[in-house]
């Protein structure tokens, strides 16, 4: 079964850049006509998508987070990275990794909360 | 802000059925999934494409698309149903993914 685990730093100040990993296990990485994900859930609110990864390199993003957000993947590790610039309070949420194929995100990572506060 | 909206929240009888909704218009031209989220938990893939379930959602659970809605339906709601639900498709671009605005389903 395929499991996807997020990890990063829990909390951090005003203006720092987020950076945070997920580990893909049980399941090929690199597998055609999956993307890889990071979707994020501020407290109490809907979800967000923030970008996807195609395990060549291949990226796209929300343009709502204009050019903040970079997402990347090490095959050698089956993870895949999130760095997210200049965050704010208003960032904190719960950070999902997901696989998808088109809009069918059909297995996620447990979330990792991130908490923005000075 | 969302490009697809859903009624904030709707409560159904213990054995009734219930019918949520996504309304936007890039569902003319993209299918949509949908997904449960239960409070502290990640969403889990409920239906997609015209109406498939993952394995293991049961088949009281379907989908289905009219012109900009689409409409996930509960035949036969249990208690464990209470969630929240929430739809996703691409933009009206096609160029991003979107999410619903989210139901919360209450059993009575």
């Known amino acids: 079964q395929l499991r996807l685990l997020e990890s990063g730093p829990g909390l951090m100040k005003p203006s720092e850049t987020l950076s945070l990993t997920c580990t893909v296990s049980?399941?090929?990485?690199?597998?055609?006509?999956?993307?890889w994900a990071w979707i994020r859930q501020a407290p109490g609110k809907g979800l967000e998508w923030l970008g996807s990864?195609?395990?060549?390199?291949?990226?796209y993003y929300n343009p709502s987070l204009k050019s903040r957000v970079t997402i990347s993947v090490d095959t050698s590790k089956n993870q895949i990275s999130l760095n997210l610039k200049s965050v704010t309070a208003a960032e904190t949420a719960v950070y999902y990794c997901?696989?998808?194929?088109?809009?069918?995100?059909?297995?996620w990572g447990q979330g990792t909360l991130v908490t923005v506060s000075s | 802000s969302s490009e697809l909206t859903q009624d904030p929240a709707v409560s159904v009888a213990l054995g009734q059925t219930v019918r949520l909704t996504c309304q936007g218009d890039?569902?003319?031209?993209?299918?949509a999934s949908w997904y449960q989220q239960k409070p502290g938990r990640a969403p889990v893939l409920v239906i997609y494409?015209?109406?498939n379930r993952p394995s293991g959602i049961p088949d009281r659970f379907s989908g289905s698309t009219s012109g900009d809605t689409t409409s996930l339906t509960i035949t036969g709601a249990q208690a464990e149903d209470e969630a929240d639900y929430y739809c996703?498709?691409?933009?009206?671009?096609?160029?991003?993914?979107?999410f619903g605005t989210g139901t919360k389903v209450t059993v009575l």
């Open positions: 997901a696989r998808h194929e088109g809009v069918v995100f059909d297995f």
């Open positions: 049980g399941g090929s990485f690199s597998e055609t006509h999956y993307y």
């Open positions: 990864c195609y395990y060549s390199g291949n990226t």
């Open positions: 890039s569902l003319r031209s993209n299918y």
């Open positions: 494409g015209k109406n």
């Open positions: 996703n498709s691409r933009d009206s671009t096609g160029d991003i993914f979107v």
